[in-house]
């Protein structure tokens, strides 16, 4: 797991020649050093081993949970919104020329085994 993520980003910075990485918010990468500067479910994980890797952009994702909306909310209505703050995010706190991978799990399985809708992985 956590060997695949840091092949990943090395792949990823190697192939680009960028630095930075956007991940979603509540996801899990692992606890080596650089999966931790990925990881958002938990804080307690990286406690202690705090400044991490620089580099890193966190979105928001579809879930009522994350968002603190109604459990009944409109599921499209969310990504729409969650879609547009990572959009607002990449230029705000990043610059697209300055990312080299999105990091998403298609299930976020810290949080609950919750899949993420299509939509937002178009």
Do not use: W
Not at 5 to 13: D, F, S, T, V
Not at 61 to 76: C, F, G, R, S
């Amino acid at each position: 797991g956590a060997e695949a993520i840091e092949g990943a980003i090395r792949a990823a910075r190697n192939i680009t020649k960028r630095q930075n990485i956007m991940v979603m918010q509540g996801s899990f990468h692992g606890r080596t050093n650089a999966c931790l500067a990925l990881t958002t479910s938990k804080y307690v994980y990286a406690f202690g081993s705090r400044p991490l890797m620089p580099g890193v952009g966190v979105a928001p994702v579809p879930y009522t949970t994350q968002l603190k909306v109604d459990p009944n909310a409109n599921v499209e209505e969310m990504t729409r919104q969650c879609l547009g703050i990572m959009e607002d995010l990449l230029f705000q706190t990043q610059h697209p020329s300055e990312v080299a991978m999105v990091l998403v799990e298609p299930v976020l399985g810290e949080g609950g085994y919750l899949p993420l809708p299509a939509a937002y992985l178009k």
